[in-house]
């Protein structure tokens, strides 16, 4: 009898139906800090540092993997208000290098420490709300993100 291997299935997040989970409400979560599945538990156990599990509900924070996206956003952020700022400013009053240093310099500080957080808790709001990465509570524990498993061997 010869044995056959069906081809291997592609595991994807689509390719199970869970329930749906609301991006903004999740989003607005962490942007206040909070979990993005229940919004009462604190979502940092530090400045930058996602908690492993939600206080309140116990959700698995551990999975996010915001990495630098927050940083860029925050770039993204500060730049179009900083920017246009400075260009009105120089444009219609043109006051001194020093002075303008001495205040965009702080501000851009300032501000960048203050929606990096806020801006973190989207962003593994967003990471929990699309199921991405180990958010996905129906993918096979042996399977990494990006791999084939082979789900269908028929012999
Ligand atoms: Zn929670």
């Not at 700022?85 to 006051?95: G, K, S």
């Not at 699309?130 to 789900?151: C, N, Q, W, Y």
Request: net charge positive; charged share 20%; hydrophobic share 45%.
């Amino acid at each position: 009898m010869e044995s056959r291997t069906m081809p291997a299935a592609t595991w994807t997040s689509t390719s199970q139906s869970l329930p749906k989970r609301d991006l903004w409400q999740a989003m607005a979560r962490g942007l206040r800090c909070r979990c993005p599945s229940c919004g009462e538990g604190k979502i940092f156990r530090a400045f930058l540092k996602v908690a492993d599990n939600c206080p309140a509900c116990g959700e698995n924070l551990s999975h996010h993997r915001a990495d630098d996206l927050p940083a860029y956003l925050v770039i993204v952020i500060v730049g179009h208000i900083i920017v246009p700022i400075a260009l009105w400013i120089e444009t219609n009053y043109a006051p001194s290098m020093l002075l303008q240093l001495a205040f965009y310099l702080p501000f851009t500080l300032v501000s960048s420490l203050l929606l990096l957080q806020p801006v973190k808790g989207a962003v593994v709001g967003l990471q929990w709300a699309f199921r991405m990465h180990g958010f996905d509570e129906s993918r096979p524990a042996d399977v990494e993100e990006g791999t084939i498993a082979k789900l269908n061997v028929v012999k």
